[in-house]
């Protein structure tokens, strides 16, 4: 009963931190130089990453991918 409870509070914890982070790509993405059409792009989830690496921002994108690896991880395992 423990280990289902701490993977459960793990995978919690890790998708409210992929979740923050995706925020955070996404404005730096909608307030970055690119060109219009790359903001609209940046509001389908899987390309926010892509275009907040094109602004110029690559610590971000690198703890989005990582943030959501892990999450994913956490979650199958549930």
């Known amino acids: ?9 793990v995978s919690l914890s890790l998708g ?3 979740l923050m982070t995706h ?3 996404l404005w730096q ?5 690119e060109a219009p059409r790359w903001k609209a792009a940046a509001l389908v989830p899987p ?3 892509y275009v ?3 602004a110029g921002k690559r610590v971000t994108p690198v ?3 990582v943030f959501f690896v892990a999450w994913g991880l ?5």
Request: glycine share 8%.
């Open 1 to 9: 009963m423990g280990d289902d409870a701490t993977l459960f509070l």
């Open 16 to 18: 409210f931190a992929a």
């Open 23 to 25: 925020g955070v790509a």
């Open 29 to 33: 993405a909608l307030l970055g130089p």
């Open 47 to 49: 390309v926010t990453p």
């Open 52 to 54: 907040c690496w094109r």
């Open 63 to 65: 703890l989005w991918v």
């Open 74 to 78: 956490a979650f199958s395992a549930l």
